[in-house]
C-alpha cells in the first residue's frame, strides 16, 4: 500500500469519527470538535486527490561534441547549456525586466567580442557592468557573477564556447566561434548537459 492511500484511509477513518461525534453525542463542545474534525479530514481527503508530482533531479543528457557539424549545432547544444546546467536563465533575462538580478543578456552578442564574453564567463569580476540605460545613477545588480567553469556550475571549455555561440546567434549576429577549434579543445569527445525540461521545471 502506498503512502498517500494511507493517509486517504486515516483521513476517512478521521471524518468517520468526527460524523459519530456529531451523531452521538450531545455536548456542544464535543459537537463542534465533531465539526472541526470532519472539516480538517475533508480537507486532508482532498489535498490528497490532488495528482502529486514527484520532484526529481535534472535528467543527464549528453551530445557528442564530434557530431557536431555546424556553427548553429553548437549553438543548438550553447542554448541547451543556457537553459540547464549552466543555469544562466536563473538571473539573467533576454529581453528588459525589472524583477532580472543580473544584465539582459538580449543582443550580447552583437555588443560583445567572444574573447570579452568568454572572460565575462570565467573571471566574472575582471570587469564590472553597470546598467546605464537609466536617466539617474547606475543600476547596481544583487546577484554576484560566479566564475562558470569552476564548482558548482563547473562548464567545461566546449560548453563555454557553445554558450558564447548561442549567444551570438540569438542577438542575430554570425557565430565566429569555429566548430574545428572547439572540437580542438578536448580529446574527450562527449560531455553532459543537465536538462531540466523532460520534469516541466
Same mark, same amino acid.
Given at each position: 500500500?502506498?503512502?498517500? *492511500?494511507? %493517509?486517504?484511509?486515516?483521513?476517512?477513518?478521521?471524518?468517520?469519527?468526527?460524523?459519530?461525534?456529531? %451523531?452521538?453525542?450531545?455536548?456542544?463542545?464535543?459537537?463542534?470538535? /465533531?465539526?472541526?474534525?470532519?472539516?480538517?479530514?475533508?480537507?486532508?481527503?482532498?489535498?490528497?486527490?490532488?495528482?502529486?508530482? *514527484?520532484?526529481?533531479?535534472?535528467?543527464?543528457?549528453?551530445?557528442?561534441?564530434?557530431?557536431?557539424?555546424?556553427?548553429?549545432?553548437? *549553438?543548438?547544444?550553447?542554448?541547451?547549456?543556457?537553459?540547464?546546467? /549552466?543555469?544562466? *536563465?536563473?538571473?539573467?533575462?533576454?529581453?528588459?525586466?525589472?524583477?532580472?538580478?543580473?544584465?539582459?543578456?538580449? /543582443? =550580447?552578442?552583437?555588443?560583445?567580442?567572444?574573447?570579452?564574453?568568454?572572460?565575462?564567463?570565467?573571471?566574472?569580476?575582471?570587469?564590472?557592468?553597470?546598467?546605464?540605460?537609466?536617466?539617474?545613477?547606475?543600476? #547596481?545588480?544583487?546577484?554576484?557573477?560566479?566564475?562558470?567553469?569552476?564548482?558548482?556550475?563547473? %562548464?567545461? #571549455?566546449?560548453?563555454?564556447?557553445?554558450? =558564447?555561440?548561442?549567444?551570438?546567434?540569438?542577438?542575430?549576429?554570425?557565430?565566429?566561434?569555429?566548430? #574545428?577549434?572547439?572540437?580542438? =579543445?578536448?580529446?574527450?569527445?562527449?560531455?553532459?548537459?543537465?536538462?531540466?525540461?523532460?520534469?516541466?521545471?
Amino acid at each position: 500500500m502506498s503512502e498517500v *492511500a494511507l %493517509l486517504q484511509i486515516i483521513g476517512l477513518v478521521v471524518v468517520g469519527i468526527g460524523i459519530g461525534i456529531l %451523531l452521538f453525542l450531545q455536548s456542544k463542545f464535543l459537537r463542534v470538535m /465533531g465539526f472541526v474534525i470532519i472539516v480538517l479530514g475533508t480537507f486532508s481527503l482532498i489535498a490528497l486527490g490532488v495528482p502529486q508530482m *514527484a520532484s526529481l533531479p535534472p535528467a543527464i543528457e549528453t551530445f557528442d561534441i564530434t557530431k557536431v557539424n555546424t556553427p548553429d549545432d553548437l *549553438a543548438g547544444i550553447g542554448q541547451k547549456i543556457f537553459f540547464s546546467k /549552466g543555469q544562466c *536563465a536563473l538571473c539573467h533575462s533576454i529581453g528588459p525586466s525589472e524583477s532580472a538580478r543580473c544584465p539582459d543578456l538580449k /543582443g =550580447i552578442g552583437a555588443k560583445l567580442s567572444p574573447e570579452f564574453i568568454y572572460e565575462s564567463l570565467t573571471d566574472p569580476q575582471a570587469y564590472i557592468y553597470l546598467d546605464f540605460r537609466h536617466e539617474d545613477v547606475p543600476k #547596481e545588480y544583487p546577484a554576484r557573477m560566479p566564475h562558470i567553469n569552476k564548482n558548482p556550475i563547473a %562548464l567545461s #571549455e566546449q560548453e563555454i564556447y557553445s554558450v =558564447i555561440a548561442f549567444l551570438q546567434k540569438m542577438s542575430g549576429e554570425p557565430i565566429s566561434v569555429k566548430v #574545428e577549434d572547439v572540437l580542438g =579543445i578536448s580529446e574527450n569527445g562527449s560531455t553532459e548537459v543537465a536538462s531540466v525540461a523532460d520534469h516541466g521545471a
